[in-house]
């Protein structure tokens, strides 16, 4: 793409400046805001990688993962209230494909190691989203 383009030859500013037009494009698809994120990501724009994010889970609501990544960027630019919100919807979305699907991954699990949301680690609203569920009796 243009962008790699860009970004092969060092012209970053360049570079960010296409990825900006293409995450605002109503256009863009999940698979192209995918891109986009990852390329700010590996920019480390972490602020520019929360909107891609955005843009992301209103493309594809219902995947857990999209919400999950929300929340960790957002646990770590400090948005700790929006961070919790998003890992809510991320750990919704997980239990119910978990119920659908025994073997699928764990977000609660996952987001109780992951060091991306130390800084929330000392909240209740984390601590309880993160408690495994008690298996259901027989």
Same mark, same amino acid.
């Given at each position: 793409?243009?962008?790699t383009s860009y970004l092969q030859l060092q012209r970053t500013n360049a570079a960010l400046h296409l990825l900006d037009q293409l995450v605002t494009n109503p256009i863009s698809d999940a698979n192209a805001i995918l891109s986009i994120a990852k390329a700010y990501a590996d920019l480390g #724009?972490?602020?520019?990688?929360?909107?891609?994010?955005?843009?992301?889970?209103?493309?594809? %609501?219902?995947?857990? @993962?999209?919400?999950?990544? +929300?929340?960790? /960027?957002? =646990?770590?630019?400090?948005? #700790?209230?929006?961070?919790?919100?998003?890992?809510?919807?991320? /750990?919704?979305?997980?239990?119910?494909?978990?119920? #659908?699907?025994?073997?699928?991954?764990?977000?609660?699990? @996952?987001?109780?190691?992951?060091?991306?949301?130390? =800084? +929330?680690?000392?909240?209740? @609203?984390?601590?309880?989203?993160?408690? %495994? %569920?008690?298996?259901? =009796? %027989?």
């Amino acid at each position: 793409t243009l962008a790699t383009s860009y970004l092969q030859l060092q012209r970053t500013n360049a570079a960010l400046h296409l990825l900006d037009q293409l995450v605002t494009n109503p256009i863009s698809d999940a698979n192209a805001i995918l891109s986009i994120a990852k390329a700010y990501a590996d920019l480390g #724009q972490t602020v520019r990688l929360e909107t891609a994010l955005r843009r992301l889970v209103d493309a594809m %609501p219902t995947s857990a @993962e999209a919400w999950y990544d +929300l929340a960790a /960027i957002q =646990a770590i630019i400090g948005k #700790q209230t929006d961070a919790l919100a998003a890992l809510t919807r991320a /750990i919704q979305l997980s239990n119910q494909r978990i119920l #659908q699907q025994a073997d699928a991954k764990n977000l609660a699990v @996952e987001a109780a190691k992951d060091d991306r949301f130390q =800084a +929330l680690r000392g909240r209740p @609203e984390f601590q309880n989203l993160t408690v %495994p %569920p008690k298996p259901r =009796a %027989p």
